[in-house]
């Protein structure tokens, strides 16, 4: 009954409010919500001539590679026809296209239209001009450097790239297997030769400008059930450690901390990480030459705390050649985070496709040789030098009589 009479009298305040002659307040409500129904309006405008501008550069892209792969004679006009039986039937807006054969046998091509827009009219605007440029090779890709690959595919920004990150590897892609929206989130731009993302929608803030190809082919886990078979041997129960330190090859379980700050030398050989961590702090210099780690299960990781300098690399040879770290299929996902090391270097494959990995203040990591494969990454103050690793992925997206888009 409460609840009625409540009812009732938001009802007649209602009513009062609207029969109210004065008007002031509905006056002062109508003015303060002309800037977000233009802000509104735009962001409508816009989206409408993004996806315009995305139908063209899908056109562009057919009709340069269709062209290239024609006869010197006819790729002008192949071109032209594969742009306009492209793109005029998914738009009715007119669009002009030109093609322009190249020293390098590439074949180039850009193309212009307007799209009429409706709020941005009150500004004078009547319509938004779009472009695109494509440009392809023909015959066969060159092959590329996988260097980075992020294999969940249910994830929502598999990839997050925050302000300050930085990765120096031009001759390396990143993969980003994800077909969420967004699957990828870039906030500063990295210095690699291409991200391909299966996901059509990614975000990108502050003038961020990644080269990132969306709709993309990313590669299959190409190490999934390939890597050796691993039995945990006796279990070794290390108590905290401190100062100068020599571990010996085996099956660690509990977790070891290394406290207080020091130097460890692993000897060379393979380290199992049974149902614990090892947790190094700040301080400590940790060097291993021709070892690799295998995580057992979920519960098993390595961790840096603060200002840790690592010098890890992997076995030329044997069993567990280019092997850095790695862990069995079929564990659950994880979060691993990866904090401060400085003036460290990685070599090896880094194996870890249930490892949701975070890398936070990881300063001046040089890897001369390194392959990642995680669930998701994040990075965040970043400063990394890569170059691909001995167990390498390859991809190309061209085949020996077809062609590929160069730029």
């Known amino acids: 009954m409460t609840g009625m009479r409540r009812s009732r009298g938001l009802s007649n305040l209602l009513r009062e409010f609207f029969r109210s002659r004065d008007g002031n307040l509905t006056i002062t409500l109508?003015?303060?919500?002309?800037?977000?129904?233009?802000?509104?309006?735009?962001?409508?405008?816009?989206?409408?001539?993004?996806?315009?501008?995305?139908?063209?550069?899908?056109?562009?892209?057919?009709?340069?590679?269709?062209?290239?792969?024609?006869?010197?004679?006819?790729?002008?006009?192949?071109?032209?026809?594969?742009?306009?039986?492209?793109?005029?039937?998914?738009?009715?807006?007119?669009?002009?296209?030109?093609?322009?054969?190249?020293?390098?046998?590439?074949?180039?091509?850009?193309?212009?239209?307007?799209?009429?827009?409706?709020?941005?009219?009150?500004?004078?605007?009547?319509s938004v001009p779009v472009t695109a440029a494509a440009t392809a090779m023909p015959g066969a890709q060159p092959m590329s450097n996988v260097c980075i690959l992020l294999v969940n595919q249910l994830d929502y920004q598999a990839l997050l790239v925050n302000s300050g990150a930085q990765i120096n590897a031009p001759s390396c892609e990143i993969h980003v297997a994800s077909t969420q929206s967004p699957a990828a989130i870039f906030n500063t731009t990295l210095n690699v030769k291409r991200i391909c993302i299966k996901g059509s929608t990614i975000i990108k803030n502050g003038g961020a400008n990644p080269p990132a190809v969306t709709s993309c082919a990313t590669i299959s886990d190409?190490?999934?059930?390939?890597?050796?078979?691993?039995?945990?041997?006796?279990?070794?129960?290390?108590?905290?450690?401190?100062?100068?330190?020599?571990?010996?090859?085996?099956?660690?379980?509990?977790?070891?901390?290394?406290?207080?700050?020091?130097?460890?030398?692993?000897?060379?050989?393979?380290?199992?990480?049974?149902?614990?961590?090892?947790?190094?702090?700040?301080?400590?210099?940790?060097?291993?030459?021709?070892?690799?780690f295998y995580f057992a299960d979920q519960g098993s990781y390595i961790q840096f705390n603060g200002n840790v300098t690592a010098n890890l690399s992997a076995p030329t040879s044997g069993g567990y050649a280019n092997i850095l770290i790695f862990e069995p299929t079929g564990l659950g996902n994880t979060q691993l985070a990866i904090n401060g090391t400085s003036g460290s270097s990685f070599t090896g494959l880094l194996y870890l496709p249930s490892r949701d990995v975070t890398i936070n203040s990881v300063s001046n990591v040089s890897s001369n040789s390194i392959t990642m494969v995680f669930s998701t990454l994040i990075l965040d103050a970043t400063n990394w030098t890569i170059a691909p690793g001995a167990l390498s992925m390859s991809v190309a997206s061209g085949t020996a009589t077809g062609s590929y888009l160069s730029r």
């Open 30 to 126: 109508a003015l303060a919500a002309i800037p977000l129904i233009g802000a509104i309006g735009m962001a409508v405008d816009l989206s409408k001539a993004n996806d315009v501008k995305t139908q063209l550069q899908k056109s562009l892209d057919a009709a340069v590679l269709a062209g290239v792969a024609q006869v010197s004679a006819e790729q002008v006009s192949t071109a032209t026809a594969v742009f306009t039986g492209d793109y005029l039937p998914k738009h009715t807006t007119a669009a002009t296209s030109a093609f322009t054969q190249n020293a390098d046998n590439s074949l180039s091509g850009t193309a212009s239209t307007s799209v009429n827009v409706s709020f941005l009219s009150v500004l004078g605007i009547s």
């Open 222 to 292: 190409p190490f999934a059930g390939k890597l050796p078979t691993v039995t945990a041997g006796t279990c070794i129960y290390q108590s905290p450690l401190s100062g100068n330190v020599t571990l010996n090859p085996g099956t660690y379980c509990g977790g070891i901390n290394f406290n207080g700050s020091g130097t460890l030398t692993l000897n060379p050989g393979l380290y199992v990480l049974k149902s614990g961590s090892m947790i190094l702090n700040s301080g400590w210099t940790v060097n291993g030459t021709g070892v690799t």
